[in-house]
């Protein structure tokens, strides 16, 4: 199938260096809170990529929680691929794409395991149902059927059904402390507006690239 014909023109405001906070965090929480106003569906929906030992790399949706000075969070199970993957290689890459403000941040750093308290603080506030349905999957395992999650999410909502979902062994958060952060806004003729922000020691330098 020839979809080279295929294609959007970007109209976005013009994104110049003096609009950029000296920060790249206050920067995003700037343009997330841009992507909110104007209702970007799943705002803090990002691709996550990793890099396992053997070199190849995987990516998939992973949520972003929260963000702040120390980095951006997220939860999942940690028998998982992406775990696996950030255990054996912690650099990794996340890449928001806010196509209703024509915009991506993309985040390239290391990620590290958050704390049990912050892991049960959060899992506390998740609807009882995704409480249940973190212990349900052995999430990137092989399964034969639909049929085996439902049977065990039954058993579950029955072992729990006295009081509160306990927080699984298997589960927790990352957190990812950013070395480059992108910010790139589309703009007319594919002459994007893109920035850069690199740590270099204790300090931010900002570049801006060619489109």
């Not at 650099?91 to 196509?99: E, G």
């Not at 750093?109 to 308290?117: K, Q, V």
């Not at 072992?159 to 927080?167: L, N, Q, T, Y």
Request: charged fraction near 30%; glycine fraction near 6%; include cysteine.
């Amino acid at each position: 199938m020839d979809i080279s014909d295929l294609r959007s023109e970007y109209s976005g405001e013009l994104f110049r260096r003096t609009d950029l906070d000296p920060d790249p965090v206050a920067q995003f929480g700037r343009w997330f809170g841009q992507a909110r106003e104007v209702k970007q569906p799943e705002v803090n929906a990002c691709t996550l990529a990793t890099v396992g030992m053997d070199g190849r790399p995987s990516a998939r949706t992973v949520l972003l929680k929260y963000f702040d000075d120390d980095g951006f969070v997220f939860f999942t199970n940690t028998a998982s691929r992406k775990a696996r993957e950030i255990a054996e290689n912690p650099s990794v890459a996340m890449l928001f794409f806010w196509q209703t403000l024509e915009r991506q941040v993309s985040i390239r750093g290391s990620a590290e395991r958050i704390g049990a308290t912050e892991v049960m603080r959060y899992f506390a506030r998740r609807p009882r149902n995704s409480q249940l349905g973190a212990w349900v999957s052995e999430q990137s395992a092989v399964i034969t059927s639909r049929s085996l999650l439902e049977t065990k999410l039954d058993e579950l909502k029955r072992k729990f059904s006295a009081g509160e979902v306990p927080v699984p062994s298997f589960w927790g958060g990352y957190r990812v402390r950013p070395e480059e952060v992108e910010f790139w806004q589309g703009r007319p003729s594919r002459l994007h507006d893109r920035f850069r922000y690199r740590r270099v020691d204790d300090a931010w330098v900002i570049e801006r690239l060619a489109p």
